[in-house]
């Protein structure tokens, strides 16, 4: 049976490596990576477009196969008898890629002992914080991470083959056009292709993640408080939240259980979780955080809006590029609030240095607006001691020099593309 799964998997990698893929911005950075004794480890969302980054990565490799979302390998897993398999149906191989490794029970175990024999392997996985943390114990300092998102806007555009050009009016709302569809439905792979049937694609997906990747992995036996929670937050992204605020509205058993929950909501990539900046650590943890989607297609997708919030879909899209970018929410991204309680929406950290201020709006034609998000920006610029401030909307671009700071406006879409 084990032969049989090889094969079929063999059958599967082959018909993969024929198609056409659009080249992921991260191909370019690999360099040497792939050469290097260190396994790969590539995370994600379900559905981002890992396995397809991994045999962009090995097409023109020697490389062995083995996809672990089968339940057919599962079932009749036995690691001596997998190897000599392998090295008959992949003879010489110099690289083994695992797909979805998670699913293999101890998996990290094998992995050791594959490393060991100098196989070099590049792994890939759906669950961010199980898989590092059982790297990490296992294989202490022998892998490196990548993290694969859904599309960015240069990928999308470059999918739907329109050029990065903004000389004439046709250019430039084109450009906008795509990302107005990327700030309301998302840019999972699929859904470019299908922008028709992003609804039932990503509701699907959310529900899929929900079940197999937390539910079932993690034995949740109130499934309705985890799915109540991930409600909860979806509809409520962008907005800050406290572990005994959601205990007390969602009636969830106790404040631990919350903690829990959320936790197991972050593991597959569906949610994020963005402290409030402050020097003192036992404050900052103390502090609300805010919640944001790894992708605006589910807000639409599971039609929690009655109207369409473009502020908070800007903010949310900005805050998923800014983790694209390699921020992390642990040590270098935050947001704040100032003495006077003005919010700024990031905190950009270069070691212990504050680099940049974002603030985050959609439209400033309000005189009001404008005031309130240049005055947070100046105020937390004194408190942080940062002069690099940047205010990304829409469509405005122009520099604002107040209070004897410079601010930069700047449209969302050339920020994105940094132009």
């Known amino acids: 049976m084990i032969r049989t799964a090889i094969l079929q998997q ?15 911005v991260l191909l370019g950075e690999m360099g040497d990576m792939l050469a290097s004794n260190l396994i790969k480890l590539i995370t994600g969302p379900r559905r981002a477009g ?19 979302d089968d339940d057919l390998l599962l079932k009749h897993f036995d690691e001596n008898a997998l190897i000599q398999l392998l090295l ?36 890939t996985g759906s669950n961010s914080k199980l ?15 990548i993290t694969i998102l859904p599309f960015s806007y240069a990928e999308v555009l470059a999918f739907n083959d329109v050029p990065i050009s903004y000389e004439t009016p046709a250019e430039k709302a084109l450009l906008l056009q795509q990302l ?79 903690q829990k929950f959320c936790k197991y909501l972050s593991e597959p990539y569906l949610f994020f979780y963005l402290s409030r900046y ?9 502090a609300p955080q805010k919640a944001f989607v ?10 929690f809006e009655l109207s369409e919030n473009k502020g908070r879909l800007l903010e949310n899209l ?32 270069n070691m212990h240095n504050v680099e940049t201020l974002i603030q985050v709006s959609y439209d400033l034609q309000n005189p009001k607006t404008c005031k309130r998000e240049i005055s947070s920006l100046i105020e937390a610029s004194g408190e942080l001691k940062c002069t690099n401030l940047l205010l990304l909307t829409w469509d405005d671009e122009r520099t604002v020099k107040e209070a004897g700071v410079s601010i930069t406006v700047k449209p969302v879409w050339k920020w994105l593309l940094d132009i």
């Open 50 to 68: 890992k396995s397809v980054f991994a045999l962009q990565l090995l097409k023109s490799e020697n490389f062995a196969y083995l996809n672990f």
């Open 131 to 145: 898989l590092s943390n059982e790297m990490a114990t296992a294989l202490t300092g022998r892998f490196i991470q």
């Open 180 to 258: 107005t569809e990327i700030l309301t439905c998302g840019s999972f792979p699929e859904t470019i292709k299908s922008r028709s049937l992003t609804r039932n694609y990503l509701s699907a997906l959310y529900d899929s993640i929900l079940l197999k990747d937390l539910t079932r992995r993690f034995n949740v036996r109130n499934s309705n408080e985890l799915y109540s929670l991930s409600t909860y937050l979806l509809a409520n992204y962008c907005n800050p939240f406290s572990v005994n605020q959601l205990t007390n509205e969602l009636s969830i058993g106790s404040a631990h259980t919350v």
């Open 318 to 349: 900005v805050f998923v590029d800014l983790i694209r970018r390699g921020y992390n929410t642990q040590q270098t991204l935050f947001y704040y609030r100032t003495r006077n309680d003005k919010e700024i929406d990031f905190v950009c950290r």
């Open 88 to 123: 008959e149906v992949y003879p010489n191989f110099e690289y083994l890629l695992l797909d979805e490794i998670q699913n293999l029970p101890n998996w990290e175990l094998w992995v050791a002992k594959l490393y060991r024999r100098g196989i070099n392997l590049i792994i």
């Open 10 to 24: 063999k059958e599967e990698r082959d018909a993969l490596l024929q198609r056409k893929y659009q080249d992921r």
């Open 278 to 286: 402050n020097n003192k650590l036992k404050l900052m943890k103390k």
């Open 294 to 303: 790894v992708d605006n297609g589910f807000v639409a997708a599971q039609s």
